[in-house]
């Protein structure tokens, strides 16, 4: 079993490139469902998690492929998405 506090204080590691995306801000929890459903990342350029939400990285659950002593290992293929990027799409559809 690990606690929240224990994932916020691993690193995210994307398997595909090797990049470091930084650290655990926040974990979204369906409710309804009893389950994580996505770990939130500071994005680029945010000092401390401060200054806006909207860059932040949303890694799902089905991204996840290892969570380690030290480090959580995702496999993000594509080119990760700000929730920024993403709504900013979404207006132009």
Same mark, same amino acid.
């Given at each position: 079993?690990?606690? /929240? /506090?224990?994932?916020?204080?691993?690193?995210?590691?994307?398997?595909?490139? #090797?990049?470091?995306? #930084?650290?655990?801000?926040? *974990?979204?929890?369906?409710?309804?469902?009893?389950?994580?459903?996505?770990?939130?990342?500071?994005?680029?350029?945010?000092?401390?998690?401060?200054? #806006?939400?909207?860059?932040?990285?949303?890694? /799902?659950?089905?991204? *996840?492929?290892? *969570?380690?002593?030290?480090?959580?290992?995702?496999? *993000?293929?594509?080119?990760?998405? /700000?929730?920024?990027?993403?709504?900013?799409?979404?207006?132009?559809?």
């Amino acid at each position: 079993m690990v606690s /929240t /506090t224990d994932l916020r204080q691993k690193e995210i590691i994307n398997m595909v490139d #090797g990049r470091r995306l #930084g650290f655990i801000s926040d *974990i979204e929890v369906n409710l309804e469902k009893g389950r994580i459903d996505a770990l939130i990342v500071p994005g680029p350029g945010k000092f401390l998690g401060f200054f #806006g939400k909207d860059h932040d990285y949303y890694i /799902t659950w089905n991204e *996840i492929r290892k *969570i380690g002593m030290d480090v959580i290992l995702v496999e *993000i293929n594509d080119v990760i998405v /700000t929730k920024e990027e993403q709504d900013a799409f979404q207006d132009e559809i």
